[in-house]
C-alpha cells in the first residue's frame, strides 16, 4: 500500500511569506504528527493528531505556525510570515492505534523549506 | 531538561562487529515506549525496533536488540553483525503515557554510525 506522502518536497520561499505543507496519511492511521528537523539535527516535535480529539499543538514554536486536520485524513502544516530560522525539513508521519502495540510512526519525505 | 540522552554524535565500527549506540531518558511516567529509528543518507525514517516499559524481555528484531535496563533509564540499541548500509544516523525516542492514550513522541539528538569495510 502507498506510504506517507508530503508535498511540495521542496519549498523555497521568501521571507514574510506564508506557506503551506501538505500531509497524506496512510489510509487507516488516526494518528499524525508533525516534526522539524534542522540540517544534521534530531526532530523536534510539532504537533499530533489523535483522531477526533483535540490536537496536542505543545511543540509548536509560536503562533506563526498552525495546523489542520481534515475529515482525520489529510494535514496542512501552516507557516506564516516565514522567518529564515523556519527553515529545516518539516517530517510529517502517521500510525495506527492499539492496545498494547508499539503503534510505531510511518514517515513521508519531508519537505524541505528554504526561506530567503 | 533532556528527555532523551544520546550522548555520542558520531561511532565508527568495522564490518562484521557489533555496535551499541547508547541512549538514556528521563520520565517519571510508569508507562512508556521507547524507539529507535534509522536515518540513512536519502533522509527517511525507519523504525526498528519498540520495548515497553511493561515488557519482561528486551526486544529483539533480526541483527537489532535492544538493551532495556529500567532502573538506570536507558535503552542502548545493539547492532550485531554490522553491514555497510546500516550507516546512517540512528534516533533514540520516547513515548510517555502509554495507559493514557498519550502519543506526543520525543526525539533525541541522534547518532551517526559510520561502518567500515
Known amino acids: 500500500g502507498a506510504g506517507v506522502s508530503q508535498s511540495p518536497s521542496n519549498k523555497v520561499t521568501e521571507k514574510g511569506k506564508d506557506v503551506e505543507l501538505r500531509c497524506d496519511p496512510i489510509s487507516g492511521h488516526t494518528a499524525l504528527y508533525w516534526y522539524r528537523q534542522s540540517l544534521g539535527q534530531g526532530l523536534e516535535f510539532l504537533i499530533y493528531f489523535q483522531g477526533n480529539s483535540a490536537p496536542d499543538k505543545s511543540g509548536l514554536p509560536s503562533d506563526r505556525f498552525s495546523a489542520e486536520r481534515t475529515g482525520g485524513s489529510v494535514s496542512t502544516l501552516t507557516i506564516q510570515r516565514t522567518q529564515q530560522e523556519d527553515s529545516a525539513v518539516y517530517l510529517c508521519a502517521s500510525s495506527r492505534i492499539s492496545s498494547g502495540g508499539a503503534n510505531e510512526q510511518f514517515f513521508g519525505p519531508g519537505t524541505r523549506l528554504t526561506v530567503l | ?117
Not at chain 2, 510508569?30 to 525496533?49: A, H, N, R, T, V
Not at chain 2, 540512528?90 to 520525543?106: D, P
Open chain 2, 1 to 117: 531538561a533532556q528527555k532523551i540522552t544520546q550522548t555520542q554524535p558520531g561511532m565508527f565500527v568495522q564490518e562484521k562487529e557489533a555496535v551499541t549506540l547508547d541512549c538514556t531518558y528521563d520520565t517519571s511516567d510508569p508507562s512508556y515506549g521507547l524507539f529507535w529509528y534509522k536515518q540513512p543518507s536519502s533522509g527517511e525514517m525507519i523504525f526498528l525496533i519498540y520495548q515497553g516499559s511493561y515488557d519482561q524481555q528486551n526486544a529483539t528484531e533480526g541483527r537489532y536488540s535492544l538493551n532495556f535496563q529500567k532502573a538506570r533509564k536507558s535503552a542502548n540499541l545493539v547492532i550485531s553483525a554490522s553491514q555497510l548500509g546500516d550507516s546512517a544516523m540512528y534516533f533514540c525516542a520516547m513515548r510517555e503515557g502509554l495507559h493514557t492514550g498519550g502519543f506526543k513522541t520525543i526525539f533525541g539528538a541522534g547518532t551517526r554510525l559510520f561502518v567500515k569495510a
